[in-house]
């Protein structure tokens, strides 16, 4: 099942690593998924984001099936309630204040969101972003502006995010540590990565994984100094493109496992 055409590739790559398994695999797109027009299945992956699909797969759980990753935890990374979820843990995480695109400012808050004439992050507040528009770095005096704008393209909700400074790192997970990944968002893949504490990394990248209830994921961490990492964004079944054939056959073991730990529960 699938919403964003980037990343479907590492989805591909997985049904491919688990059909080498003896798996048959149909795909279904989130349209028909949200028509209830689903396959009947012990096992399946969940790329879908909207909420009437959600309710669809929901009861799939309850009876018997597998589902990576569950549509609660998907659910979970549209923004609003990511930074409520988040917001109310003890991980670092920027303030951020959702609100509707076509309120009017809260002058106070978005003050405290610019400390030192920082730009503003502006993201769409539903979904995470689905194109280069959905985050913008914006000043101050631009807000409104930009809050048109995607009030303009339909979108109802944003965030708006501090800004924390540092170097940015890119990370790739699965929940059972078997593979975990990370470089520099500047340098790329290829670079040389930042010195940073990866230890620290790697424990706040799957502290918010957990508490989001992901097993499949990706974002961005900010470290404002090396051992003190911030995370940014994480989302479900990212593009894990650098990566991409090593994250697909290790997210085909981790199911094949959780697959047979349901088997014998």
Known sequence: MQHRVNDTAVLDATVTAL?????????????????????????????CQGSLAAEQLMPLECDGAVVVNR?????????????KRLGESTLAFPRTLILASSAALPLEQLDALCPDHHDVWIKRGDVHAERPEDVVATPRERVAAALRAFTARGIPWVALQEHVPGPIVKFYGVTDGRFFRW?????????????VDESRLKALAFEAAAILGLEVFGGDVAFPEPDRPV??????????????????????????GRFAHRKHA
Request: net charge negative.
């Open 231 to 256: 995370l940014i964004d994480i989302n479900d079944w990212p593009s894990f493109a650098p990566f991409r054939e090593e994250a697909a056959r290790a997210i085909a073991d981790y199911i094949t």
């Open 19 to 47: 059909e080498t398994k003896g798996w048959d695999a149909v795909k279904t797109s989130e349209r028909e998924v949200e028509q209830g027009r689903l396959p009947v299945a012990e096992l399946y992956l969940n790329m």
């Open 183 to 195: 470089y520099g968002s500047d340098a790329g893949c290829a670079g040389e990565r930042p010195e």
């Open 71 to 83: 549509p609660s935890s998907a659910l979970n990374c549209h923004r609003h309630r990511l930074v």
